[in-house]
């Protein structure tokens, strides 16, 4: 199946919200406004003839003369999303109401107690109650499914903003889950790296629910039957929640298509999105530039110096360019950034901006003598666009210079130097791991931390900004991931090292957002020390994530005399081995049943010679990383496919893109046993 019609299908789920918003007020929370942009954006309701785009907030309401509201949502209609609806409808004068909703009335029933069914009873009331917030039972209420969940940030990724910070839970999550059903009085398995579906919150059941019908609607959408499969045990609770969703069993019967999908647990392999080490230019742009206002995957970036003197004198009032647009040469530079090496890529920012300027007769400098290409030779290419004369073609190719731009302001980033600082750390933590000579990566990271401690009374910028605090909580992500709780240091190297991070924080005058996160509002030292001890826990509970696996238990190689150490990245492991031409079994990646059909197939194979099921049996496989993925890795997965001369396509998804301090959030910060729906 080619990837195009995955695309369309994408942003064509819009053109049916589309057909709503005429002389409507749309309302978008969060999520669906961060997947629009990626579709199509504000301008295409406006082109369907929406009378105002608003932010979904308790704050908002329309004019007098608006009769008529479109609210696009990401959540279950209850709780909070139910608040905020009707304080904007009852601060306003509709007479009509839509609520297009990505979450469907099975998993409503399911949130409400009901049994699952074909009724829309829930919705059916929901939309009696807009009715009693406008005021008359008369005007008209209406309440929709459509999974505008998904935004397709090139051909072969997308990602599912509503679900951006699902995490899978680790070891330590799992320890908790235990403990808390022994204190209840419930009997436990020996298998500690289980978990079941019913041992989870009942907000998380009801994400999970969320994510597998709207994964389901997709491959409705592409008439699409498809194979479950999975790598880790929080990704085993979503593929089996999947294959035996009821509401899909007709599709399956009846789709013309096969695919296979794969979720893989984040959890199980950290490195690479807490690490520096990558040769992705997009990766470094997520990076070092700001996030785009309430977004998980487009950054913000800098125009002012491409336009006139007073925009530059007051850059605050110029909207920020990005990296999504809808013009075949941006979306072209967009997918060079994820899918090529960095060379490879500002190669290819280079030939677009030389193609533009060319096109536009403007004058373009070519360099003399071939050398390595570089921030000023693209700079210079994009200053051509600045001269009075050249409004229109700046104006024709906005898209293209905005994501050149991004590449510019990346190379030229004041933390640039800094990242490749990280760098040589974490090449020299990876050399040493392993050789007993050489000290802990525990060790390492305490010294490096009171180096930095020690030239605060000191002129020595270089050495204070080497390693921040935030930097050596990253780090230590980086090598529990790596080596697993047992080869990182000794208890007592541990201990020391805690003291360091606490007395580090408390010196600290002012915390950092990263830093406040962590430790909230109380920073006394009971405070800092207890927070301290449960990140170590965390950690340490990361260190194990790999338990159990049989074949992907290591993602690193200790150097020999004859080679260096190195990383081996878990997705390239799961393709190579996908994709292998003797297709040897593949112990750790489960392939869950969607029925009884399918249990009896599996039995009838213990007694016949018939090859066991595999994610690369059918032309498209689906890769979805819950908890969140990097361009370094999708352009692996590429490379592994490529090198494999395989007929199926892969496209990657994934809950969003991340870096490194994404990763300190989620692992260190956030509460993943217990996310909070708003319900």
């Known amino acids: 199946m080619p990837g195009k019609p995955l695309q369309g299908w994408f942003t064509s789920v819009w053109d049916r919200v589309c057909a709503k918003v005429n002389k409507a007020v749309v309302f978008l929370d969060g999520p669906s406004a961060e997947v629009l942009h990626w579709c199509g954006g504000a301008a295409r309701l406006f082109k369907a003839g929406a009378a105002n785009v608003k932010e979904f907030s308790s704050f908002e309401s329309a004019k007098e003369d608006q009769p008529k509201a479109v609210f696009v949502l990401t959540s279950v209609l209850k709780g909070q999303a139910m608040t905020i609806i009707r304080d904007i409808i009852t601060a306003s004068q509709f007479q009509y109401c839509v609520v297009v909703c990505t979450v469907n009335h099975y998993t409503h029933q399911t949130v409400h107690g009901a049994q699952e069914s074909d009724s829309r009873e829930v919705f059916d009331q929901f939309e009696e109650k807009m009715c009693e917030w406008m005021g008359n039972m008369n005007y008209t209420a209406e309440v929709l499914y459509e999974p505008v969940s998904f935004a397709p940030i090139c051909p072969s990724l997308f990602t599912t903003p509503a679900y951006s910070s699902m995490f899978p839970l680790t070891p330590s999550d799992m320890d908790s889950i235990r403990q808390m059903r022994i204190a209840r009085g419930e009997a436990v398995g020996e298998d500690c790296m289980k978990i079941d579906f019913s041992h989870l919150s009942t907000d998380m059941q009801i994400w999970i629910k969320m994510l597998a019908s709207n994964i389901s609607s997709l491959f409705e959408g592409l008439n699409i039957r498809e194979d479950c499969y999975a790598v880790g045990p929080f990704s085993r609770v979503i593929a089996s929640e999947l294959a035996n969703l009821n509401s899909a069993k007709n599709r399956r019967k009846t789709a013309a298509n096969k695919a296979s999908i794969l979720f893989v647990d984040r959890s199980l392999d950290m490195v690479g999105p807490c690490g520096h080490q990558t040769d992705s230019l997009a990766d470094k742009v997520i990076t070092l530039l700001p996030r785009l ?92 666009f600045r001269e009075p004369d050249s409004t229109r073609a700046f104006v024709q190719h906005a898209g293209v210079l905005q994501v050149a731009m991004a590449a ?62 935030e930097d050596v909580l990253a780090l230590l992500v980086f090598v529990y991931s790596l080596l697993g709780e047992e080869h990182v240091g000794t208890a007592e190297e541990e201990g020391r090292l805690r003291e360091t991070i606490i007395h580090a924080i408390l010196s600290q005058a002012h915390l950092s957002p990263e830093l406040q996160s962590l430790v909230g509002e109380n920073t ?156």
Do not use: W
């Open 408 to 469: 510019v302001q990346t190379l030229n980033h004041p933390h640039y130097p800094h990242t490749e600082e990280l760098i040589s750390l974490e090449k020299t933590l990876m050399q040493n791991a392993g050789d007993q000579d050489c000290p802990t990566a525990l060790h390492q990271l305490t010294q490096l931390l009171q180096e930095r401690e020690e030239s605060k009374g000191r002129d020595d910028r270089s050495r204070r900004q080497r390693c921040s605090v």
């Open 293 to 384: 206002q309430g977004h998980t995957v487009d950054v913000a970036i800098n125009m002012t110096s491409l336009l006139s003197k007073g925009a530059q004198l007051y850059p605050q009032l110029i909207c920020p360019g990005t990296l999504s647009h809808a013009d075949s040469g941006s979306q072209a530079l967009l997918n060079s950034f994820v899918t090529l090496k960095q060379k490879e890529c500002l190669m290819d920012v280079n030939r677009h901006l030389v193609d533009v300027a060319t096109q536009e007769k403007l004058l373009v400098s070519l360099p003399t003598k071939p050398g390595r290409l570089g921030a000023q030779q693209l700079e210079g290419h994009l200053k051509l």
């Open 524 to 679: 006394t030292e009971d405070r800092i020390r207890s927070v301290i001890n449960d990140v170590f826990v965390k950690l340490k509970g990361l260190g194990r994530a790999r338990t159990g696996l049989q074949q992907f238990g290591s993602v690193f190689t200790p150097g020999s005399v004859t080679q260096v150490a190195s990383y081996r990245p878990l997705v390239r492991q799961l393709m190579e081995q996908i994709f292998h031409p003797d297709k040897p079994d593949i112990p750790d990646i489960e392939h869950l049943s969607s029925g009884l059909t399918d249990l009896l197939k599996s039995g009838f194979r213990m007694f016949m010679s018939v090859s066991k099921p595999r994610p690369s049996d059918h032309a498209l496989l689906l890769v979805y990383v819950v908890g969140g993925v990097t361009c370094q890795e999708v352009r692996l997965i590429r490379e592994a496919v490529a090198a494999a001369k395989t007929e199926t396509e892969v496209v990657v998804g994934s809950t969003r893109l991340l870096k490194p301090s994404d990763v300190v959030h989620q692992v260190l910060c956030q509460n993943n046993l217990f996310p909070d729906l708003g319900l």
